[in-house]
């Protein structure tokens, strides 16, 4: 049996919320950023705190760029922003005993209006339930989808709880949820990682997303069943009701990242890298037809930056590894070869890179970015790695347009993401202070580093 459905429906039932670990701590500021309480389906369960500090903003209008700062104790964030401006972020709370290995304490979701201004906050833990956030998408409506996987104590049966709604769990689960624009809980899909000798596969839901009708598409990892010590791929459908429609299972390379791009008429991007120093980028049609497959030797890296171009091609960044003697490298592959090029970090050194797709054939890069890169005539230029250089690129290599944030100490982009008026949206950390042309965000949550999130003009 491959799934196991737990706890899946229309939320219609609510129960008191069951305290647990506080996920973000941070103080109210001037202009925006004010904490809303909580629409739809409830603000902060549990004893969850959510607060912020910003510049910008502040009641100026949608179009007004703003920037905001979440301190606390935090870990990672990935970014989706919704066709009205209304931005989302996915984190979580974790340790570090061992530097670069993070242990999961609890996960958040946050909601921020087009003024900056936080209107949905929320905690998923539960008793003796250890949360990690994975990936957080918007469709066309508005409505989010987001993953994550709950490690629980084998010898407890507490219930997984998401700001306050509790559904049934297992000791090792990964799930995907589907909410509302307001917040509410439409339905949240529960399955058992854990392999048994009759139902080997497991699981981790690592992306998501939704094509053009509010069909939602998950990829995962599963253990093979039929090579050991392998990892199968598996791109799963559901429909906006949660009712599984198809999947499609891709061959054993020992993937340790995916990326999935989802387009408005279901086909949808695939992009893996795995152990075997191999990069693997596919295109299929709705009905699992691959379109087009593009395998390549890649550095010895777990993730690389990945975004289709709008058109049949894509953009691909990966980031410099010194450890591994790897060079960042920046690249643009097309369907006919026409605007294929390579660049290799010899005179530029670039960490932390992002990708996401602006107009047809553009796409916006974050990087922390020392040096120059020297694309068919066309230069960007970043002054140090531990800042932040954001560009928009075309097809042919050209960087339209750039610009460069920073401060004291390290800045860090982890995702862009557009609205459907194309203006930027960015979330990463800084660890003292970073300013966006509205005002320098500073650190004082007497963290290592705080969360921004930021507007920028179009």
Not at 7 to 14: N, R, S, T
Not at 76 to 83: F, K, Q
Not at 189 to 202: E, L
Not at 229 to 258: C, G, N, Y
Request: with cysteine; proline share 6%.
């Amino acid at each position: 049996m491959r799934y196991r459905d737990v706890a899946l429906g229309l939320v219609g039932f609510f129960v008191f919320a069951c305290g647990g670990k506080s996920a973000l701590e941070v103080e109210s500021g001037a202009g925006g950023g004010g904490a809303g309480g909580g629409g739809g389906a409830g603000g902060a369960g549990g004893s969850s705190s959510v607060s912020s500090s910003s510049t910008g903003g502040g009641g100026v209008g949608p179009g007004a760029p703003y920037s905001l700062m979440l301190s606390g104790k935090l870990a990672t964030y990935p970014l989706t922003v919704a066709p009205d401006g209304s931005a989302w972020v996915l984190g979580g709370v974790s340790t570090e005993e061992i530097p670069g290995y993070p242990v999961w304490e609890s996960a958040w979701i946050v909601k921020l209006d087009p003024y900056g201004n936080i209107v949905f906050k929320g905690t998923i833990d539960g008793p003796d339930i250890d949360v990690e956030p994975i990936a957080i998408k918007t469709d066309a409506e508005g409505n989010v989808l987001f993953t994550g996987y709950a490690k629980r104590n084998p010898a407890s049966q507490a219930d997984l709880d998401f700001w306050g709604n509790k559904f049934q769990t297992y000791n090792e689960a990964p799930f995907v949820v589907r909410l509302d624009p307001s917040g509410n809980i439409r339905w949240a899909y529960v399955t058992d990682s854990q392999q048994t000798p009759s139902d080997p596969p497991a699981y981790r839901f690592n992306d998501v997303g939704a094509d053009g009708k509010g069909n939602v598409y998950v990829a995962a990892w599963i253990s093979s069943p039929f090579v050991s010590d392998q990892t199968d791929s598996e791109v799963s459908i559901r429909s906006p009701e949660a009712m599984l429609q198809d999947a499609h299972t891709m061959p054993a390379m020992k993937t340790v990242f995916w990326k999935i791009d989802v387009e408005p008429n279901g086909d949808f991007w695939l992009a893996r890298s795995s152990y075997y120093q191999k990069a693997r980028v596919q295109k299929f049609k709705k009905w699992g037809q691959m379109e087009l497959e593009v395998t390549e030797s890649v550095c010895w890296v777990d993730a690389f930056a990945f975004a289709p171009d709008g058109k049949e091609g894509y953009f691909m960044a990966r980031a410099e590894d010194p450890a591994e003697h790897c060079l960042a490298s920046l690249q643009h592959h097309s369907l006919d070869g026409s605007s294929d090029w390579f660049v290799e970090g010899e005179e530029f050194y670039a960490v932390h890179t992002t990708l996401t797709r602006s107009a047809p054939g553009r796409a916006w890069l974050g990087l922390g970015l020392e040096g120059t890169i020297h694309i068919n005539g066309s230069t960007l230029t970043g002054p140090s790695y531990e800042d932040i250089t954001v560009a928009e690129i075309d097809e042919q290599g050209t960087f339209l347009q750039s610009a460069t944030y920073g401060g004291p100490g390290e800045d860090y982009a982890v995702q862009i993401a557009l609205d459907s008026e194309g203006r930027r949206y960015m979330a990463g950390y800084f660890t003292s202070q970073i300013d966006f042309g509205q005002g320098a965000l500073v650190n004082e949550s007497g963290q290592p580093r705080a969360i921004f999130v930021t507007r920028l003009d179009p």
